[in-house]
């Protein structure tokens, strides 16, 4: 099993940038797709992006796309969310999460992932 924190959040204003990171330990972690989820409150949980265990291939939500840009560094075992012209509709709790499969079945599967972080929190003020 692989082990997931994540870091990185906190409160921006509208039209800013937040960089989350998500540091994974245990299993081979260049073995896992790997993905970004947020929760709002008082809604579902919701796929933002992922990437492939070789980093290659990403995918993105239509609300994000243009706007976040996932990548992950092997060698440090990590995973980022760099996030730009935040708006106060981005606030949530921001999750990773690790599969060990195809990163573009990420979204359709939050129930069965492998490995999820505790999540950090973002706020967007406007």
């Known amino acids: 099993q692989v082990q997931l924190v994540e870091s990185g959040g906190g409160l921006v204003q509208a039209g800013g940038s937040l960089r989350l990171s998500c540091a994974a330990s245990?299993?081979?972690?260049?073995?896992?797709?790997m993905g970004w989820f947020r929760q709002a409150p008082g809604k579902e949980r919701e796929f933002v992006a992922a990437i492939s265990s070789s980093g290659i291939s990403t995918y993105y939500a239509d609300s994000v796309k243009g706007r976040f840009t996932i990548s992950r560094d092997n060698a440090k075992n990590t995973v980022y969310l760099q996030m730009n012209s935040l708006k106060p509709e981005d606030t949530a709790v921001y999750c990773c999460?690790?599969?060990?499969?195809?990163?573009?079945?990420?979204?359709?599967?939050?129930?069965?992932?492998?490995?999820w972080g505790q999540g950090t929190l973002v706020t967007v003020s406007s």
């Open positions: 245990g299993r081979t972690f260049s073995n896992y797709a």
């Open positions: 999460a690790a599969h060990f499969g195809a990163a573009q079945a990420m979204g359709a599967m939050t129930g069965a992932l492998d490995a």
